[in-house]
């Protein structure tokens, strides 16, 4: 057995390796919040002695890449007003540009918002959010923001807690066909005494009891073919991360029992990301997602890492080119591949 090549590609050979990946484009949330009114407010009289308010709302954010999301989100809350005595309905709308933090779920956002309440007012606001994935689509959020009235010269505070859903088609990796076995040649049947039936005189046999299923060469020696054997891995990411999903353990997997199948084998790793930021930011995402795939070989499937290394190329090596959404999903991924060649014996048809 000898290594012919070790290469990285995008497609899969011997078996499908590739992950599902959602082409994130919208999301739509509904949440639950809390509106805590300033002190100030609590103790006008032109605002009713406006409180707390409990409301329900709806957002839709637009996915602008990696990092950046805009939404437009609308309320209707329930106020206590007069020193507790009585009950005011309001709504606040408005939008909010929103950063996404690296390898976190944490995000920032700031943004306008006009409120309707006892008194008419537009506020700016600034706070941070944290959202957890539930499955490939749903995932809960929270939010605290501080709202600084620009008409009145106040300060409120909000809370939020919701639920939502992205939309995207889901993209597949191609498959290749595998390749074909190379076609043995079939020696030539003499018709002497043959005391093991391989079909040569026992005068020039110089292999004995050769199975009767196996093809020989002149001389009674089994036959051997060389087969190349390969396999392939791609495995994508979601936005701005290095961190595995777990329906990628399977693919990686594959390839650890193909090592383990074919002991003198060793891999490159290669991480690869988008074109979004600066080229040394990506260089280093891509390297983080190398290294993840190489540290679960190793950590769970029990592989030397002597076998293994691991590199970054950021974003000189582009499967795509163009600036859309799903340009920036089909270069955020990782790849490896191996093929090696092996002897069989060719057996008797």
Request: some cysteine; glycine content about 8%; aromatic content about 10%.
């Amino acid at each position: 057995m000898k290594i012919v090549k070790i290469s990285l590609l995008a497609a899969l050979i011997s078996s499908p390796l590739a992950a599902d990946t959602i082409d994130e484009t919208w999301e739509i949330g509904v949440f639950g919040d809390y509106i805590k009114s300033s002190t100030g407010k609590e103790t006008s009289l032109d605002f009713q002695q406006i409180e707390a308010g409990k409301g329900i709302g709806i957002d839709v954010s637009k996915i602008i890449n990696d990092q950046w999301n805009f939404r437009f989100e609308v309320s209707r809350a329930r106020y206590d007003i007069n020193n507790g005595t009585d009950k005011d309905y309001g709504y606040r709308y408005g939008v909010d540009a929103i950063y996404k933090i690296e390898d976190s779920g944490w995000y920032l956002f700031s943004g306008i918002k006009r409120f309707n309440n006892v008194r008419s007012y537009n506020a700016l606001n600034v706070g941070a959010g944290y959202s957890l994935s539930v499955s490939e689509r749903f995932s809960v959020y929270s939010e605290a923001a501080i709202y600084r009235d620009v008409d009145y010269g106040y300060t409120d505070q909000g809370f939020k807690l919701g639920l939502k859903y992205t939309f995207g088609d889901v993209k597949k990796a191609p498959v290749v066909a595998p390749k074909a076995e190379p076609t043995p040649i079939k020696p030539a049947v003499v018709s002497v005494v043959d005391s093991d039936n391989d079909g040569v005189k026992d005068s020039i046999d110089k292999c004995n009891n050769t199975p009767a299923n196996v093809k020989v060469d002149s001389k009674g020696c089994a036959l051997y073919s060389e087969k190349s054997v390969a396999i392939n891995l791609n495995v994508g990411f979601e936005n701005n991360s290095s961190q595995l999903k777990a329906s990628t353990m399977d693919d990686i997997q594959r390839l650890a029992d193909f090592m383990k199948t074919y002991t003198n084998t060793s891999v490159v790793i290669e991480g690869h990301s988008s074109k979004v930021g600066t080229s040394e930011y990506n260089l280093y995402l891509s390297e983080k997602r190398a290294n993840a795939v190489k540290n679960v070989l190793t950590s769970k499937f029990g592989i030397a890492e002597s076998r293994l290394s691991a590199k970054g190329f950021g974003e000189t090596q582009l499967l795509s080119n163009g600036n859309r959404l799903a340009d920036h999903i089909a270069n955020r991924r990782v790849v490896a591949k191996i093929e090696t060649t092996v002897k069989e014996v060719v057996e008797k048809n």
